[in-house]
């Protein structure tokens, strides 16, 4: 019934009828993605409102990548801490492709990390908060970083270790830039191999600063 009359209210059918089965209309098709947006959107509210009834939960759950350095982190949990002392505030560590993920199943309330790739999910809200700077690196021992000029020839001849993300194989902004590479699923495992083994990589300035 409430399909019918919402069909009556936009004078148009959104869905094919045969028999005891439905499927969309052209314009149900038209429109679906718009009604995902509105029903997230009225959970949003309903939601807010119950916290303003029962008083704003008292536990925040905050995802975060290793694109900033752990002692950033620490400093800041701490003046959370300080600053809302009823509030109790989870910081948990994942990967940078685990984090829409982690928002749109509900798991935690905030995500912090290098966004490699959009989702385009009516469950998450994208807020950039600046840019972080990537630079292409090696340790000082090795070959490269003993090159006046290095080329992209000389890259793609030496390993590199890089960011991967499960779902996002096809992902151009992640694809592999040398014929020899390994995958991490974290920057920090990243920025040890590039210390400890022969190979470059691209990681976030503010992770490796006090080694520049």
């Not at 994942?94 to 829409?100: E, H, K, N, T």
């Not at 840019?131 to 000389?154: A, Q, Y």
């Not at 001849?157 to 020899?180: C, G, H, I, W």
Request: proline fraction near 4%; aromatic fraction near 10%; glycine fraction near 4%.
């Amino acid at each position: 019934m409430a399909i019918k009359a919402l069909e009556k209210d936009l004078d148009v059918e959104l869905f094919t009828r045969t028999g005891n089965q439905l499927t969309l209309s052209e314009a149900g098709k038209a429109i679906f993605k718009d009604c995902e947006n509105l029903l997230v959107t009225a959970q949003r509210i309903k939601k807010t409102c119950a916290q303003v009834s029962d008083g704003f939960n008292a536990e925040v759950w905050v995802a975060r990548d290793d694109s900033l350095p752990d002692e950033l982190w620490q400093e800041l949990s701490h003046t959370l801490n300080n600053r809302f002392p009823s509030t109790t505030f989870n910081l948990i560590l994942a990967s940078s492709g685990d984090l829409s993920n982690l928002v749109s199943t509900q798991q935690v309330d905030f995500a912090f990390g290098v966004d490699y790739e959009r989702v385009d999910d009516p469950h998450i809200v994208y807020n950039p908060l600046g840019k972080i700077r990537m630079m292409s690196v090696c340790s000082f021992e090795h070959r490269l970083s003993k090159m006046r000029r290095v080329t992209d020839e000389d890259l793609r001849n030496q390993m590199q270790a890089l960011m991967v993300y499960l779902n996002e194989k096809d992902n151009p902004e992640l694809q592999p830039f040398s014929t020899r590479y390994i995958g991490f699923s974290s920057f920090d495992y990243m920025l040890n191999t590039i210390l400890e083994e022969d190979a470059w990589g691209v990681l976030p300035e503010p992770l490796i600063r006090h080694y520049l």
